[in-house]
């Protein structure tokens, strides 16, 4: 009996003409499967040389995902991958390095502006000093409290001036408001 493998045509070949169909699946995925995760067995310089998941493809834990001890499949990627390895640790040594050295830098140089810092303040300081009299410096302030009392009291004299200003205004407005409204009494009684 001849069933069609597509609904487009018929096929020449019956779905089941041998026991060993699933055998034949089996060993298409275990193909697959050695290409997909050992590209260099698919090789054609690689493919006379045994492996050692050739010997456990065949067996039944190799329906199972099973992960090998072994440090190297083929001799060849342990190499690699221990040279890549020690390139990285050997990155990650430069990089830690590099940190350290950037970073005792940055101490280094806000030490340096500190004490530049620290030193010019402590010169300025010092003409500072050199240059100013004690005497002089009491003399200078008695005198800018002087001022200060004499401004003090110019302007309470102006307020006092501007608060009688004020009151005399106030006065003057009262009056005219008074004889606006004494008119305004004139002007209704006649």
Do not use: C
Not at 9 to 14: F, H, I, L, T, V
Not at 43 to 53: A, G, L, W
């Amino acid at each position: 009996m001849s069933v069609p493998s597509s609904p487009i045509g018929p096929s020449s070949e019956p779905l089941f003409h041998a026991p060993n169909v699933l055998d034949d699946m089996h060993r298409k995925q275990q193909e697959r499967s050695s290409k997909h995760t050992l590209p260099w067995s698919s090789s054609p310089i690689r493919r006379d040389e045994p492996t050692i998941h050739s010997a456990s493809l065949s067996s039944p834990r190799s329906r199972s995902y099973h992960h090998h001890s072994s440090p190297s499949r083929n001799g060849h990627t342990s190499a690699g991958n221990m040279r890549n390895k020690h390139n990285k640790v050997r990155q990650f040594r430069n990089q830690h390095r590099q940190e350290k050295l950037e970073g005792r830098r940055h101490i280094l140089h806000d030490a340096q502006v500190y004490s530049e810092f620290s030193q010019s303040q402590l010169r300025q300081f010092e003409e500072v000093e050199l240059h100013l009299d004690l005497d002089q410096l009491i003399e200078e302030e008695r005198q800018a409290e002087a001022e200060y009392e004499e401004e003090q009291e110019d302007y309470e004299a102006y307020i006092r001036q501007y608060e009688n200003d004020l009151e005399d205004f106030e006065l003057q407005e009262e009056l005219e408001m008074a004889e606006l409204i004494s008119r305004m009494d004139i002007g209704d009684k006649s």
